[in-house]
């Protein structure tokens, strides 16, 4: 072998040794494995499939109580809101005026309720609610719209029930370019 | 060089962009300029006070200069009953290039922004995935980062425009929801693959640390594209009004996916359907369906100078400038027009031109002190071009009143004052 065919190998060697090196750099794995039992207190997702809804429950009578003390101050007491943007109640996509968008008249999903108070509300104290305590006031809230009887025992199975006005009034655009 | 010469290229006033740079024109438009600009100060110069003595040496972090200090971010005033919710806006009128600072980027807040202690705070990835795992903020910075300039602009910016009536306000009050910055981090691809994705997997559900715990949902094939986990901002840590000390940043699409405070990834085969995506940050166009998952922002672009409540003291040729920016691509051309848009000239476009960012657009044009409306349009690199507010407003309907991107126009009157108008 020649002088500068070695030097050739020997620089190609030397090549791959580095190519190997930041091979393993970048296939590194930092991260620690951890179990979805791990995260249940901290996993807060309650998607349309019911899969994040936890234990607990009640009805609209007793979600009354705790939406008079918690909530009315910026919903009302009837959830007519205090401002168009936190009006609860009401409202209808068809009307010939522009409709006006509530919980009750637009949202397409019952569980996006269920997840919103539970991460989001009371917006002066969020997560301070009970699982039971949650399903309580989104019964009233869902109450108030005559979407569900006042009596109906609100909990994972009956929640996952739930049918909204304007369950069909959305169009998926995100595949859209 | 007398003002007749400067070659005009549309009407009212608008001159050859190539005076700017004096290409093919070696120099005239300069000469020209500043002939027409300036005035007999009618004073000797004699040396300052502040060169006379040593100021002050270096310090551990700059100030600004305390002449500069008006240039603020403008925010509601505080909702008690919603502490920590609101947005502030860049002052897009007092900023030049395609780079916000950071303390003047724009924000928009749920909840507040949460004081974050990065030695304590998680990031999860789980759900369909081979391994569920988690990630402090020390192992995320090991891994290989790239640094990409993006602008990033809520959905509901410009919003205002979609009113009957135009809004009295500044390019900052109308429009300081977009700012541009460089930001560094890691591709989400490498995080999902070390996770393992299951082939059902087809969303991510990405929540961050506030107290909103806000969530936002991003199809897989989007996630695993050009989206990062990003760590800094124009160099420094992601401030925390920003997300420290990490965000989701989805280059080109509307601000609220972006998620701040990043704590959770969770896969999915269907979106979470959160407040957010379904409440908020949806279309409803006339026929009353709503439409959902609308990412990316239109090809826009807005005058910042002169613009809204600004006041033209004199006749003479002034730099028209401003910004544009695509969700889908780089931005191709910028036209302008000072007669209300019956003629538009090219403007000069002065920055690099790449995906997603904002581009700087300049042109002179020569106020005769007579009225004007000042419009600018911008076509991107797919041939999207920026439709008129007309045409926005008739297709969309203004029962939702988020990705506004039609063309918005300044008056300027024979006094000089410059107001926001529908034309």
Not at chain 1, 88 to 109: A, C, F, K, N
Not at chain 1, 116 to 130: G, I, N
Request: with cysteine; aromatic share 8%.
């Amino acid at each position: 072998m020649s002088t500068l065919r070695k030097r050739i190998t020997l620089s190609a060697l030397s090549f791959s040794i580095c190519a190997g090196i930041s091979g393993a750099v970048f296939a590194q794995s930092l991260g620690s494995p951890i179990s979805e039992s791990q995260l249940r207190g901290f996993d807060l997702i309650a998607p349309p499939d019911g899969s994040g809804y936890p234990e607990g429950g009640g009805t609209a009578l007793q979600g009354k109580i705790i939406f008079e003390s918690r909530c009315s101050a910026c919903h009302g007491m009837g959830g007519e809101g205090t401002s168009a943007a936190t009006r609860l109640v009401g409202g209808d996509m068809q009307s010939e005026e522009r409709p006006i968008r509530t919980v009750g008249s637009y949202w397409p999903h019952a569980s996006t309720l269920f997840d919103y108070v539970q991460r989001a509300m009371p917006a002066d104290a969020p997560k301070s609610l009970s699982s039971s305590e949650v399903y309580q006031v989104i019964a009233y809230i869902l109450n108030m719209n005559g979407i569900i009887e006042a009596s109906l025992v609100l909990n994972r199975d009956s929640l996952l029930q739930v049918e909204m006005p304007n369950k069909d009034g959305f169009i998926d655009r995100s595949q859209a370019l | 060089m007398s003002k007749q010469e400067l070659e005009k290229v549309a009407g009212n006033g608008l001159i050859n962009r190539r005076h700017l740079l004096g290409l093919g024109l070696a120099g005239v438009g300069v000469a020209a300029s500043s002939t027409l600009l300036g005035a007999d100060a009618g004073m000797n110069l004699e040396i300052p006070s502040w060169s006379k003595q040593p100021g002050p040496g270096a310090s551990g972090y700059g100030s600004r200069s305390k002449f500069a200090n008006d240039m603020q971010r403008l925010s509601g005033n505080p909702n008690p009953l919603y502490p920590g919710g609101g947005a502030s806006r860049s002052p897009l009128h007092q900023l030049q290039g395609s780079i916000t600072p950071n303390s003047l980027h724009f924000e928009r807040h749920h909840a507040g922004i949460p004081d974050i202690d990065p030695s304590q705070h998680k990031l999860v990835i789980h759900g369909l995935v081979r391994q569920p795992l988690v990630f402090s903020y020390e192992d995320l910075l090991r891994y290989p980062m790239i640094s990409k300039i993006y602008f990033l602009e809520c959905s509901g910016n410009s919003g205002t425009l979609f009113g009957p009536n135009p809004a009295d306000g500044t390019a900052q009050s109308i429009h300081g929801l977009v700012s541009g910055a460089e930001w560094t981090g890691i591709p989400l691809s490498t995080l999902l693959d070390e996770a393992g994705v299951e082939p059902e997997a087809q969303w991510i559900n990405a929540v961050g640390a506030d107290a909103a715990s806000m969530g936002r949902s991003i199809p897989l094939n989007r996630a695993m594209d050009d989206v990062m986990i990003a760590l800094f901002q124009n160099g420094e840590p992601v401030r925390p009004e920003q997300g420290y000390p990490m965000r989701l940043f989805v280059p080109g699409c509307e601000g609220n996916i972006s998620v701040k405070w990043l704590t959770q990834i969770k896969l999915s085969t269907e979106p979470g359907h959160f407040r957010d995506e379904t409440s908020k940050y949806t279309d409803t166009r006339l026929d009353r369906k709503s439409l959902q998952f609308t990412y990316p922002m239109g090809t826009k672009s807005v005058i910042t100078s002169p613009s809204g409540k600004m006041k033209l003291e004199r006749q003479g040729v002034y730099q028209v400038s401003g910004i544009a920016w695509s969700g889908r691509g780089s931005i191709r051309r910028v036209e302008v027009s000072a007669d209300g848009g019956r003629s538009w000239a090219d403007a000069m476009i002065q920055s690099h031109q790449s995906e997603k960012a904002l581009a700087r657009f300049r042109i002179p044009w020569e106020w005769s002190g007579g009225n004007a409306i000042l419009q600018s349009r911008a076509t991107d690199s797919q041939g999207n071009v920026q439709p008129t507010r007309t045409s926005l407003v008739t297709e969309k309907g203004n029962i939702s009143t988020y990705h506004f991107h039609g063309i918005q126009s300044w008056a300027v009157n024979t006094a000089g004052d410059i107001a926001n108008v529908y034309a």
